[in-house]
């Protein structure tokens, strides 16, 4: 599975759009982007998924550039529930496939 | 209703001891998964059953026992608990062979083990 690179934290104001991006330049064209969040120690929560092109589900939107070498998760209107650690994960889909988490961005909603 | 649950949430136990987790799915999954975290929140996979086979081990120590009684249940016991397995596990499931490619893990709770 490709690896990839998210910066270690970041901050956004309630409200406003959090921009979460990560890098993952050497996926192949089998992989999938997917993003996860863990908040608070919880188990990891399922957010979206893609492949090629621009996913949107009611959590969030996820924008995979056309060389697919990065991508960025929009979370639109940011509230505190929102503070997390989010993982961008890139891997080939299948009954043997598995979840490599790295270091994840932590996300910290504010007032 | 929980899809995915673990029992018991904490467990506090003595080095040496035996001890076991237990996990739940009622999403009718047929893979699962066993994955640790540890105190510096580095999330691994450890184990992964399909249909009650084991398809993934992660070079896990073999004082480690995942056991599967049925495509619902995933149990992990551990022999000789050691300082080092004190972090929290996490079971996991997923659907196989979905015509759509979507490949997503729903995760438990938790199970947070402190060894003494």
């Known amino acids: 599975d490709a690896k990839t690179t998210q910066p270690p934290s970041m901050d956004c104001a309630e409200g406003r759009a959090a921009n979460l991006p990560c890098n993952h330049s050497?996926?192949?064209?089998?992989?999938?982007v997917y993003w996860y969040r863990q908040i608070h120690s919880q188990g990891p929560q399922y957010i979206i998924h893609?492949?090629?092109n621009n996913e949107t589900n009611e959590m969030a939107s996820l924008i995979i550039t056309e060389d697919r070498k990065s991508s960025t998760l929009i979370l639109p209107h940011a509230t505190l529930r929102d503070t997390a650690v989010y993982y961008c994960?890139?891997?080939?889909?299948?009954?043997?496939?598995?979840?490599?988490f790295g270091t994840g961005t932590r996300l910290q909603v504010t007032l | 209703d929980t899809a995915v649950s673990q029992t018991p949430k904490y467990l506090v136990t003595q080095m040496g001891n035996d001890k076991s987790i237990k996990c739940e799915q009622n999403?009718?999954?047929?893979?699962m998964y066993w994955y640790k975290q540890d105190s510096k929140k580095f999330l691994k996979i450890m184990f992964s059953?399909?249909?009650?086979?084991?398809?993934i081990n992660e070079t896990v120590p073999n004082r480690f026992s995942p056991k599967s009684p049925d495509k619902a249940h995933l149990n992990l016991h551990i022999n000789s608990l050691e300082l080092g397995d004190s972090a929290v596990y996490f079971c996991?499931?997923?659907?196989?062979?979905?015509?759509?490619?979507?490949?997503?893990?729903?995760f438990g709770p938790g199970t947070r083990l402190t060894v003494l």
């Open positions: 893609g492949l090629k």
């Open positions: 994960i890139v891997h080939v889909t299948g009954t043997a496939s598995k979840l490599t």
């Open positions: 996991a499931s997923k659907a196989s062979h979905r015509a759509d490619s979507t490949d997503t893990q729903y």
């Open positions: 050497t996926i192949s064209g089998n992989e999938y």
């Open positions: 999403l009718g999954h047929d893979t």
């Open positions: 059953y399909n249909n009650k086979e084991l398809i």
